[in-house]
């Protein structure tokens, strides 16, 4: 019985239930690249992972990284021999057993990117890219086992778009034309061209049964198989912007271009259906009606009536920020649009119109803004009102959104002021960073034309800060800003951090100061990426070079006390050497002050004592089940110990020792118990307050194992059931004694079973 997806269980899983190590996933299979019909099922490959839809019932579940899938982000799905299911991405081809709803198998072998499958007798064979080089791979299923048999290079080749089986032959589309052969009798790499009269670019192809379609930059031609090559229709001017073709029957095909369906036969070229906002992907005939995959969701369509099919999920599969509101509410924005979560529903806007009416399932507005290219900072007021920030927009640099009910506009900041492209003819607005003070002063860092990249707002007023009157500190490399506990501003430029300091009112102040400080790494590039202060003081900075910090005092003439972390020879050694942080990477605190770092290469870890969590290399696809390398930004809930780590492949959930602290020791839980031992995942006591201490012990009192204060892990303690001397106890059931350094105490049971 398979177990129907939705949001409510996904968010009672995370917030009852997940532990540390456990992952649980937020993606949206809303984008739809490819969809083949079963049955009375519709099989989808998303951006968000592998999605099933039945017809007759109306259910629908996804598969992710949390049911087993090694990438979620799919190209192509195939059905295959024995009923498997297929799926091609960037990171690999993928085997997914329907029956027992796990993966039956995994290739990477250097593939870099799928583009179709195809079966042929009864083997597999897949378009892909393979270390730089196209071509064929083949794969066979025998003995309930899948092999992979060979991989058929053409090194003449850029890329090869499709593949079709088409009688005893196989034709590729590739860059240079078609390209066929029997791959049991002719080496792929002596295959030719089936149609030499064709001699442009091929857009499309399809084959069903003895039927093929094929669709250049001039002509759609038909062919039987055995046959001649017939165009259908010649010269429509529209041909260049189909991707997709469908063979319904003989002479009579459809085809779809990004927002149009067309139908096709002899002498016959047919608009019947547009939408500019749905962003057709993909089409599949099944039974009468058209089946297509959209950018948000898919649709059944019979010729007149377009069926739009969506459920409740977040139109932003690729966060550049995520936050977390009150009441647990999360919101997720990109260059794409806004999604909200609150109270288990998605609320979503988007930059898109779509004219059309959406499914009932999906809460969808038009946000009439450009977002630009990504979203560079998300900002609360002391209200409750979100600004945020964006880069390269055509309709302002600062948006300030209400998501009370529903999602509002209440204003969109045209200042800072405006900066022009090369041409000269398109405003653009562009956000480097943002931050409120304690005043709820709004400052910002943007370029501009003006020599002023330094703005602060409040009550509808603005100050624009130029290069002169911070004694030429500022410039228009200003990267990244912050406010410190003595309410000072600190501002990073691609070569030094600067300080302000105001008394009074922002706009009309009595004292102004500003400092320069050098920025101290080990390395040549001193650019500042990020900047954030933690409670203690002290203000961190990411470099090229890592991670270092300063320690910074009240005196307004030596702001800094000293620079860190230090070697043994006392020069500046940073946190993450190696480590290849950018611009967009992003310093974040836990509810324990530990420090996040986003990258391309994961999330970086490390306590201000410089400690590294888990380990140096952080959370990363290699040792965890976060769905990408390609970390956004994070965001944490403190009361339940939860890391929102948002990725440009959705978001991933993960249970911490680093919640808030806790006051008593009510919330207190053993698992798993019974405790299995030997096992490779430690048993964990969850729920202690700070400096606790713990004691295995016999039901008679006798302490097999002590864990002190030090070994324990914000709120949690780990035990790999031995004892002192390192030995497995025996099965038994075992006191679990909890301490703190005031004497209060705790007792739990835990069941071991010994194997």
């Not at 599969?317 to 990109?334: C, E, R, V, W």
């Not at 030094?496 to 400080?517: A, C, H, R």
């Not at 019974?674 to 201490?693: A, E, Q, W």
């Not at 949690?716 to 006191?735: C, E, F, I, N």
């Amino acid at each position: 019985m398979r177990v129907i997806f939705s949001i409510s269980l996904l968010f009672t899983l995370l917030f009852s239930q997940a532990r540390v190590g456990e992952m649980q996933s937020i993606t949206s299979s809303l984008d739809v690249q490819t969809l083949i019909a079963s049955e009375d099922e519709i099989i989808l490959a998303t951006r968000g992972g592998l999605a099933f839809y039945n017809i007759n019932s109306g259910e629908y579940q996804v598969f992710t990284k949390d049911h087993g899938l090694s990438d979620t982000d799919l190209n192509t799905v195939l059905k295959g021999p024995k009923g498997y299911i297929w799926l091609g991405s960037d990171g690999g081809v993928q085997i997914w057993d329907i029956n027992q709803e796990k993966l039956a198998d995994w290739f990477e072998l250097d593939i870099e990117e799928v583009t179709k499958f195809v079966t042929y007798n009864n083997m597999v064979y897949g378009a892909i890219k393979q270390a730089g080089i196209w071509g064929i791979m083949e794969f066979i299923h025998s003995n309930d086992r899948i092999y992979y048999r060979d991989f058929y290079g053409r090194n003449d080749i850029e890329k090869i778009y499709d593949i079709v089986k088409f009688g005893d032959h196989l034709i590729l589309s590739t860059d240079r034309g078609l390209l066929a052969g029997n791959p049991h009798d002719i080496h792929p790499l002596y295959w030719s061209n089936p149609f030499p009269e064709i001699q442009t670019s091929i857009i499309a192809l399809d084959q069903r049964d003895d039927e093929l379609a094929i669709v250049t930059s001039d002509a759609i031609y038909s062919v039987k198989l055995g046959g001649e090559l017939i165009p259908l229709v010649t010269n429509e001017v529209e041909f260049n912007i189909i991707h997709t073709i469908a063979v319904a029957g003989p002479q009579n095909y459809t085809a779809v271009s990004d927002s149009v369906i067309y139908r096709i036969g002899n002498d016959k070229f047919e608009k019947q259906f547009s939408d500019a906002g749905y962003h057709f992907s993909s089409i599949f005939h099944y039974n009468s009606n058209i089946l297509l995959g959209t950018s948000l969701g898919f649709a059944l369509f019979d010729g007149n009536t377009f069926n739009h099919i969506a459920w409740s999920e977040p139109i932003v599969n690729s966060p550049d920020i995520i936050y977390l509101g009150q009441n647990k509410s999360m919101i997720l924005a990109s260059q794409k649009g806004i999604s909200i979560l609150e109270e288990q529903n998605w609320k979503n806007v988007s930059t898109v119109n779509y004219t059309l009416g959406l499914s009932t399932q999906i809460d969808l507005d038009y946000l009439n803004v450009s977002l630009g290219s990504s979203i560079s900072e998300l900002v609360e007021n002391s209200d409750g009102s979100i600004y945020l920030g964006m880069e390269k927009s055509t309709s302002g640099g600062i948006l300030l959104l209400d998501i009370k009910g529903s999602i509002q506009i209440r204003d969109l900041f045209i200042s800072p002021r405006l900066l022009q492209d090369k041409s000269g003819k398109y405003p653009l607005f562009t956000i480097n960073a943002m931050t409120f003070d304690k005043n709820n002063n709004l400052w910002v860092l943007s370029r501009n034309q003006e020599s002023k990249p330094l703005s602060v707002h409040y009550e509808n007023q603005w100050r624009n800060f130029s290069f002169e009157e911070s004694g030429n500190l500022l410039s228009e490399s200003m990267t990244a800003i912050t406010e410190d506990n003595f309410n000072r501003i600190w501002l990073g430029s691609t070569s030094q951090l600067v300080m302000y300091k105001y008394s009074g009112d922002v706009f009309n102040p009595t004292n102004e100061v500003w400092i320069s400080e050098e920025i101290n790494t080990a390395a040549l590039n001193s650019s500042v990426l990020d900047l954030n202060v933690s409670f203690d003081n002290r203000l961190w900075i990411l470099t090229p070079a890592g991670l270092i910090y300063k320690d910074l005092q009240v005196s307004e003439t030596n702001p800094v006390n000293q620079t860190g972390p230090k070697a043994t020879n006392s020069e500046i050694y940073p946190y993450f050497p190696n480590v290849a942080f950018n611009n967009s990477s992003r310093i974040r605190f836990d509810p324990r002050g530990n420090i996040w770092i986003t990258s391309q290469s994961g999330v970086h870890i490390v306590s201000e004592n410089g400690e590294y969590w888990p380990d140096i290399n952080g959370l990363n696809e290699s040792n965890s089940f976060i769905l990408s390398d390609d970390v956004k930004d994070v965001a944490f809930d403190g009361d339940e110990g939860l890391a929102y780590i948002a990725t440009n492949k959705g978001v991933s959930v993960i249970k911490i020792p680093f919640a808030e602290k806790k006051k008593t020791y009510n919330s207190v839980i053993v698992f798993p118990s019974p405790f299995r031992i030997p096992s490779s995942k430690p048993m964990t006591v969850d729920g202690l307050k700070d400096n606790s201490s713990i004691k295995i012990m016999t039901l008679n009192g006798e302490v097999l194992r002590s864990i002190p204060n030090s070994e324990v892990q914000g709120y949690q303690a780990y035990w790999d059931g031995r004892d002192q001397s390192g030995q497995l106890v025996g099965t038994g059931v075992y006191l679990v004694a909890i301490y703190d350094k005031n004497g209060a105490s705790s007792f739990e049971k835990v069941a071991v079973i010994r194997e």
